[in-house]
């Protein structure tokens, strides 16, 4: 586990963003107060729209980000019937920012050019400073740092121009960000001591501080333990001299994690004490979950092992109540670790499992992450091109008319001057286009890599081209599913880390063996490894074809297990079972996406897989009504055995046939 880490940068996130909204005061901070000041029709629109933009932002924008969305359109229609230019662009720019915060950032670029065009007309050079500063942020969180930097120092110019200094604070924060990122110390470091000394000539004491607290996030990086302390506590002190709660909880949770990285773990308990009381007082849950993270991985490595599981259940609901899969994954890893320690061996097992379902949807939220990723990039690739075509298409509108009017001149001159402008300018326009494009091309093929690492190619089709895949029915399904015998038990003999090499390198040779029957695979769970033949594309041979990929496992796990005992390892014997039947097939949810399958079918191939035997298939009646005139293989009638919930069920082992 890595707790402390992954707590020192979400405070370092946290601190960041005390910069970016410190540049406005909210003096009223009742949502009621400023809610009547927006319905009340005597006072005048512009007061009317400020206190309803104050009103979204001290609510729905950091709590409810949808509701936000729509509170903000509102509040521009309002802004553009009142013809309040300046309010319409800070509608804007909330808007941008709401999108930004949601990972919808196609939607907060369009918002942003929308109220930058705005801020130009109108010559507001703090509004579009703020635009463009935002602007920059959306390039840096896609890791376009060239780009975010081109944005932050236009913005900077701007704010140098009418001497905005919290916006040049703002944006030298960012500054400090990029080098940091980039592990340039003395650069990060040389930006945020000139944020400092803005905000301390503003007498911005929580600006100052949430500075003073990033840069001893810096120095903890580098392990300079005596130089962090030193500017967590004057960070502290000013957060406990102004009564900023949120800032003491957290940068008392920075300074566990600079003991905690020491060793010296009975003093770093105490400051995350500390620090879980008064995030538990303002209900701050994620750092809650943080630090009481950071407590049970102390008393793991201090061998208190049941103080430790406390610790670890507290943070793990926190973090099934934020939707964290991180911290669930974590959370369950901590449960595991301390239940091997203890000898709770069956408990510890149930616990891996969890964890590796959490790993699974993690690697599938990163691959949607990456796929958002590159959708952004190709639209704002495409914006570029649109932008060159136009311009293009001027240029040749403006040299038809030049022609027309000069027609009487010396043609040839004329024909001269035309193809020297396109050659000299437009052919590397055209050139540029047409690079652009073999580039989108790339990375859309990128694009539908990764997301048929998700979803079988045909759903994977029809959800590009409708946004939805309804479920279907299949008439004849055939499914597999393979387990591994006495896991529980020889797992426990294996660090965790072994474990899951183990399970990995399995797992990813049946995937390839899937492949190469072209039969689909369907989820794992735990040691289990589930896949089906015949959907989503209907498939005559698929019966043939998920047999003889479950040989293949079988085969693959008999060579692994020689393998492993020549080197005197640990090995898995697997047990699988097959059924052919009715299915339903869909996606699951919205978001984190999963190819499922439903029915009685399932739950039948589940139980000739339990019911079967070490190194053997096991298929129903079904599938050997469908196989048994087949010469690739042989049967071995098993008789009817008893089945769970189903009573007794004829069974055939099959193999390959010796001819």
């Given at each position: 586990?890595?707790?402390?880490?992954?707590?020192?940068?979400?405070?370092?996130?946290?601190?960041?963003?005390?910069?970016?909204?410190?540049?406005?005061?909210?003096?009223?901070?009742?949502?009621?107060?400023?809610?009547?000041?927006?319905?009340?029709?005597?006072?005048?629109?512009?007061?009317?729209?400020?206190?309803?933009?104050?009103?979204?932002?001290?609510?729905?924008?950091?709590?409810?980000?949808?509701?936000?969305?729509?509170?903000?359109?509102?509040?521009?229609?309002?802004?553009?019937?009142?013809?309040?230019?300046?309010?319409?662009?800070?509608?804007?720019?909330?808007?941008?920012?709401?999108?930004?915060?949601?990972?919808?950032?196609?939607?907060?670029?369009?918002?942003?050019?929308?109220?930058?065009?705005?801020?130009?007309?109108?010559?507001?050079?703090?509004?579009?400073?703020?635009?463009?500063?935002?602007?920059?942020?959306?390039?840096?969180?896609?890791?376009?740092?060239?780009?975010?930097?081109?944005?932050?120092?236009?913005?900077?110019?701007?704010?140098?121009?009418?001497?905005?200094?919290?916006?040049?604070?703002?944006?030298?924060?960012?500054?400090?960000?990029?080098?940091?990122?980039?592990?340039?110390?003395?650069?990060?470091?040389?930006?945020?001591?000139?944020?400092?000394?803005?905000?301390?000539?503003?007498?911005?004491?929580?600006?100052?501080?949430?500075?003073?607290?990033?840069?001893?996030?810096?120095?903890?990086?580098?392990?300079?333990?005596?130089?962090?302390?030193?500017?967590?506590?004057?960070?502290?002190?000013?957060?406990?001299?102004?009564?900023?709660?949120?800032?003491?909880?957290?940068?008392?949770?920075?300074?566990?994690?600079?003991?905690?990285?020491?060793?010296?773990?009975?003093?770093?308990?105490?400051?995350?004490?500390?620090?879980?009381?008064?995030?538990?007082?303002?209900?701050d849950i994620q750092g809650l979950a943080a630090t009481l993270a950071s407590i049970s991985e102390i008393f793991?490595?201090?061998?208190?092992?049941?103080?430790?599981?406390?610790?670890?259940?507290?943070?793990?609901?926190?973090?099934?109540?934020?939707?964290?899969?991180?911290?669930?994954?974590?959370?369950?890893?901590?449960?595991?670790?301390?239940?091997?320690?203890?000898?709770?061996?069956?408990?510890?097992?149930?616990?891996?499992?969890?964890?590796?379902?959490?790993?699974?949807?993690?690697?599938?939220?990163?691959?949607?992450?990456?796929?958002?990723?590159?959708?952004?990039?190709?639209?704002?690739?495409?914006?570029?091109?649109?932008?060159?075509?136009?311009?293009?298409?001027?240029?040749?509108?403006?040299?038809?008319?030049?022609?027309?009017?000069?027609?009487?001149?010396?043609?040839?001159?004329?024909?001269?001057?035309?193809?020297?402008?396109?050659?000299?300018?437009?052919?590397?326009?055209?050139?540029?286009?047409?690079?652009?494009?073999?580039?989108?091309?790339?990375?859309?093929?990128?694009?539908?890599?990764?997301?048929?690492?998700?979803?079988?190619?045909?759903?994977?089709?029809?959800?590009?081209?409708?946004?939805?895949?309804?479920?279907?029915?299949f008439e004849l399904a055939t499914i597999l599913f393979s387990d591994f015998k006495g896991f529980t038990q020889?797992?426990?003999?294996?660090?965790?880390?072994?474990?899951?090499?183990?399970?990995?390198?399995?797992?990813?040779?049946?995937?390839?063996?899937?492949?190469?029957?072209?039969?689909?695979?369907?989820?794992?769970?735990?040691?289990?490894?589930?896949?089906?033949?015949?959907?989503?594309?209907?498939?005559?041979?698929?019966?043939?074809?998920?047999?003889?990929?479950?040989?293949?496992?079988?085969?693959?796990?008999?060579?692994?297990?020689?393998?492993?005992?020549?080197?005197?390892?640990?090995?898995?014997?697997?047990?699988?079972?097959?059924?052919?039947?009715p299915v339903v097939a869909g996606i699951v949810g919205i978001k984190k996406f999963q190819y499922d399958i439903?029915?009685?079918?399932?739950?039948?191939?589940?139980?000739?897989?339990?019911?079967?035997?070490?190194?053997?298939?096991?298929?129903?009646?079904?599938?050997?009504?469908?196989?048994?005139?087949?010469?690739?293989?042989?049967?071995?009638?098993?008789?009817?055995?008893?089945?769970?919930?189903?009573?007794?069920?004829?069974?055939?082992?099959?193999?390959?046939?010796?001819?």
């Amino acid at each position: 586990m890595n707790t402390k880490k992954n707590n020192t940068y979400t405070q370092y996130i946290l601190f960041s963003l005390f910069i970016l909204i410190s540049s406005k005061t909210w003096a009223q901070n009742n949502l009621d107060s400023l809610f009547g000041v927006w319905q009340n029709r005597q006072i005048s629109d512009s007061i009317r729209v400020d206190a309803f933009l104050d009103y979204i932002q001290a609510g729905a924008f950091y709590s409810q980000p949808d509701s936000a969305v729509i509170l903000l359109k509102q509040a521009y229609d309002f802004s553009e019937n009142s013809q309040d230019t300046i309010a319409m662009i800070d509608a804007l720019n909330m808007a941008g920012y709401n999108f930004f915060r949601m990972g919808k950032y196609p939607d907060a670029l369009a918002k942003y050019k929308k109220g930058l065009a705005l801020a130009e007309i109108i010559e507001d050079d703090h509004g579009a400073g703020s635009i463009l500063m935002r602007t920059g942020y959306i390039y840096h969180d896609n890791e376009d740092l060239v780009k975010a930097l081109q944005y932050y120092e236009r913005s900077l110019k701007l704010f140098e121009a009418i001497n905005d200094l919290n916006g040049i604070g703002s944006i030298y924060n960012e500054f400090g960000n990029i080098y940091k990122s980039k592990g340039d110390f003395d650069k990060s470091l040389d930006y945020y001591s000139k944020s400092i000394a803005i905000n301390d000539s503003l007498y911005d004491d929580i600006g100052s501080a949430a500075q003073l607290s990033n840069i001893g996030l810096l120095y903890t990086d580098y392990n300079k333990f005596n130089e962090a302390l030193d500017y967590q506590n004057r960070a502290l002190g000013i957060y406990r001299a102004v009564s900023d709660k949120l800032g003491i909880a957290n940068t008392l949770s920075a300074i566990g994690d600079i003991h905690h990285e020491m060793e010296a773990y009975d003093v770093a308990i105490d400051f995350y004490v500390q620090s879980s009381k008064i995030s538990e007082e303002i209900d701050d849950i994620q750092g809650l979950a943080a630090t009481l993270a950071s407590i049970s991985e102390i008393f793991s490595v201090k061998g208190k092992h049941n103080l430790a599981l406390g610790y670890c259940n507290k943070s793990l609901m926190l973090s099934k109540q934020l939707g964290d899969l991180g911290g669930i994954e974590q959370g369950y890893d901590c449960l595991y670790e301390n239940h091997k320690a203890l000898g709770n061996h069956t408990k510890a097992l149930l616990y891996l499992e969890e964890m590796l379902v959490y790993k699974d949807s993690l690697k599938t939220e990163e691959a949607s992450a990456k796929l958002q990723q590159m959708e952004f990039a190709k639209q704002v690739l495409a914006d570029s091109l649109l932008q060159v075509e136009k311009e293009m298409k001027i240029e040749m509108a403006h040299q038809a008319e030049v022609r027309k009017k000069d027609r009487n001149r010396n043609v040839a001159i004329g024909a001269g001057l035309f193809f020297v402008v396109l050659s000299g300018g437009l052919y590397h326009r055209w050139r540029f286009v047409k690079k652009s494009k073999i580039i989108i091309e790339k990375e859309r093929d990128r694009s539908e890599s990764l997301l048929l690492n998700i979803l079988p190619s045909a759903i994977a089709e029809e959800l590009k081209e409708k946004g939805e895949a309804a479920a279907r029915d299949f008439e004849l399904a055939t499914i597999l599913f393979s387990d591994f015998k006495g896991f529980t038990q020889k797992a426990e003999k294996l660090t965790a880390k072994e474990l899951i090499e183990e399970i990995n390198i399995c797992f990813k040779a049946f995937d390839q063996i899937c492949e190469k029957y072209g039969i689909e695979k369907i989820k794992t769970i735990g040691d289990a490894y589930m896949a089906a033949g015949g959907l989503p594309v209907p498939d005559d041979a698929a019966v043939t074809q998920t047999v003889m990929a479950a040989l293949e496992m079988q085969s693959f796990i008999s060579n692994r297990i020689k393998e492993r005992k020549e080197k005197k390892q640990i090995s898995f014997e697997m047990r699988v079972g097959i059924h052919t039947g009715p299915v339903v097939a869909g996606i699951v949810g919205i978001k984190k996406f999963q190819y499922d399958i439903w029915g009685d079918t399932v739950n039948i191939a589940s139980r000739m897989e339990s019911n079967g035997a070490i190194a053997k298939v096991n298929i129903s009646q079904n599938t050997y009504d469908l196989l048994k005139d087949n010469a690739q293989f042989v049967f071995e009638p098993r008789g009817k055995i008893e089945v769970k919930g189903k009573g007794a069920m004829e069974m055939w082992f099959v193999d390959y046939s010796k001819k």
